[in-house]
């Protein structure tokens, strides 16, 4: 009778992961289309945030995933931040653009400025690509988003530099943390505690539920002190894996329902 259980709650769980899929796909098209047509003439960065709160808004809606939220009121929406979050599936970027009340672009890899339609609309927003296997074009790509901070910018870095499909923190790379020191901004820690249970794109595994995302004290780096970057990465994992390690509403990956699932080997 359990194993009948557990098959029918696998093919629930697939069936709505391919919905999501669908669903995510149809809005993307649309909302690119919208952003980059507005973009002719509203260049702010808060046309971005406009319409990629509507993209994520709509393909939460759709796919049963609330967002909650705790420590953003201490944003202040006129400042410029470096926001690092853990990263624990391609379900963040709507989460975060959901969660975060200040205008921000993304730190992403460049593979994603070939995507279709987002590919485009990302290009077209406040965030900058860093090409991960030319150094040279990293660094530039990092004092390209300084400039932006500097003009009043906010950015958003995952610095794990890759999804973890649970509620673990890999180690965090420097740039988030250089990025911060040569524009002279605040950092501020994101914990994003539970996206892990409802979705992981490996095993096509998805149902509905509510990630929460805490914005933690700020950090303040300190100018031209090069030596403080690695301290600064230490204690903004640190604060991470804390709350991650304490709140009760973090438990096990989606995938540990099911032990064996065969898992997506490109991804």
Same mark, same amino acid.
């Given at each position: 009778? =359990?194993?009948?259980?557990?098959?029918?709650?696998?093919?629930?769980y $697939?069936?709505h992961?391919?919905?999501?899929?669908?669903?995510? *796909?149809?809005?993307?098209? #649309?909302?690119?289309?919208?952003?980059?047509?507005?973009?002719?003439?509203?260049?702010?960065?808060?046309?971005? =945030?406009f319409?990629?709160? /509507?993209?994520?808004?709509?393909?939460?809606?759709?796919?049963g995933?609330?967002?909650?939220?705790?420590g %953003?009121?201490?944003?202040?929406?006129?400042?410029s931040?470096?926001?690092? *979050?853990?990263h624990?599936?391609?379900?963040d970027?709507?989460?975060?653009?959901? *969660? #975060?009340?200040?205008a921000?672009?993304?730190?992403?890899?460049?593979?994603?400025?070939?995507?279709?339609f987002?590919?485009?609309?990302?290009?077209?927003s406040?965030?900058?690509?860093?090409?991960?296997?030319?150094?040279? $074009?990293?660094? +530039?790509?990092?004092? /390209?988003?300084?400039?932006?901070?500097a003009?009043g910018?906010?950015?958003?870095?995952f610095?794990?530099?890759?999804?973890?499909?649970?509620?673990?923190?890999?180690?965090?790379? =420097?740039s988030a943390?250089?990025?911060?020191?040569?524009?002279?901004?605040?950092?501020?820690?994101l914990?994003?505690?539970?996206?892990? %249970? !409802?979705?992981?794109?490996?095993?096509?595994?998805? $149902?509905?539920?509510?990630?929460?995302v805490?914005?933690? +004290?700020?950090?303040?780096?300190?100018?031209?002190?090069r030596?403080?970057?690695? +301290?600064?990465s230490? +204690?903004?994992?640190?604060r991470? !894996?804390?709350?991650?390690s304490?709140?009760?509403?973090?438990?096990?990956?989606? *995938?540990?329902?099911?032990?064996?699932?065969? =898992?997506?080997?490109d991804?």
């Amino acid at each position: 009778m =359990r194993s009948i259980v557990n098959v029918m709650s696998l093919i629930l769980y $697939r069936l709505h992961y391919f919905w999501c899929v669908l669903w995510a *796909a149809i809005i993307t098209v #649309v909302c690119s289309v919208f952003f980059l047509v507005t973009r002719l003439f509203w260049r702010s960065p808060e046309s971005f =945030r406009f319409w990629g709160k /509507i993209w994520a808004g709509v393909i939460c809606l759709g796919a049963g995933f609330r967002v909650t939220t705790s420590g %953003m009121k201490d944003l202040e929406t006129d400042r410029s931040y470096v926001f690092v *979050a853990n990263h624990q599936n391609s379900l963040d970027i709507p989460i975060m653009l959901l *969660a #975060v009340p200040v205008a921000f672009g993304f730190v992403a890899k460049a593979s994603v400025e070939r995507m279709p339609f987002i590919g485009r609309a990302v290009a077209s927003s406040p965030s900058v690509f860093v090409d991960t296997q030319n150094p040279r $074009r990293s660094l +530039e790509s990092i004092r /390209i988003a300084a400039d932006q901070i500097a003009k009043g910018a906010s950015v958003l870095v995952f610095p794990e530099g890759q999804r973890s499909w649970s509620g673990q923190v890999g180690k965090f790379k =420097r740039s988030a943390f250089t990025l911060a020191t040569e524009a002279g901004v605040e950092i501020v820690p994101l914990a994003l505690l539970n996206a892990h %249970m !409802i979705f992981d794109e490996r095993r096509y595994l998805s $149902r509905p539920g509510t990630i929460h995302v805490s914005a933690l +004290e700020a950090l303040e780096p300190v100018p031209d002190e090069r030596a403080s970057i690695d +301290e600064l990465s230490a +204690e903004a994992r640190s604060r991470i !894996i804390s709350v991650l390690s304490t709140d009760q509403r973090v438990g096990p990956a989606i *995938a540990d329902r099911f032990p064996g699932t065969p =898992r997506d080997p490109d991804i």
